[in-house]
């Protein structure tokens, strides 16, 4: 198979893998708190990254990983996965999971606001309008289409949603400016994420004896979420030379996830949840379009 198309299909994969995400977080966090689904999902995740890097021979370099390796991953460690999911699994525990899984796909608007201070890139008109139509859809979202009254649903639940975007964005940034083998970075972060969490959890909640079908929903969380997913993303970008044309498979994901959040969940989707939804994927496409035809 040639290289293009096996590129698409590593992409594909991991899209609809994450697109289970959103059933899977609702189904998980009926028998476990955040915290909890975070830890184990988590731990999951750092066992399968652990094999997978000794199988591609990753790990025969941890010798040569310097202090500033180390300083540069506990960082992102602490945005993705500590701040990240933390944020996001508080949203979904809160919020129906259509609107929390819409609104996490805030991140390439945030992501364009940030990168003007971060990395001296500039908004123009387009760009702005593209912030403006997704900001429109997030308060169709957030107020359940109530355009009149103004008047949000859960306005805790919908700043947690927003603001998992922002740290995604964050750490996005920061793996921009960090040029070291993506595999190898997402091993390191996720194993400084683990202790912040391991920590985290000996300090506030403590441990209990976990429901086997939560422990099932961590697993699968841990598993396709977080681990096998993003290994065959990253399969999927070496394998092409336009990481652009893979990138955009990624907003396919949303619109599957709201097909199982129906027939898995059995959770209608709102009027208002289709309407926010285009709006933000018209403004993202929007904000796409224009980074494309900038000068430079």
Known sequence: MPGHLRAYAYGLAAVLLWSTAASAFKLALRFLDPAELQLCAVATAVAFLLVHAAATGKLRGASAWTPRMLLCSAVAGFLNPFAYYRVLFAAYRRLPAQEALVLNYLWPIVLALLAVPFLGQRLGPRSLGALALSFVGVIVIGTRGDLASLRFQDPVGIMLAAGSSVIWALYWILNVRDRRDGATKLLQSFLFGLCYLIIAHITGCGFRALPWKGLAG???????????????????????????????????????????????????????TLAGLTLILTGIALQVTSRRSSPG
Not at 218 to 245: C, H, P, Q
Not at 248 to 261: D, G
Request: charged share 15%; hydrophobic share 60%; net charge positive.
């Open 218 to 272: 961590a697993f699968y969380v841990g598993l396709f979420e977080m681990g096998v997913t993003f290994a065959l993303w990253l399969k999927a970008l070496s394998l092409i030379d336009r990481t652009a044309r893979i990138s955009n498979l990624v907003f396919l994901s949303p619109c599957l996830s709201l097909v199982l959040v129906r027939f898995v969940l059995a959770e209608p989707i709102a009027p208002s």
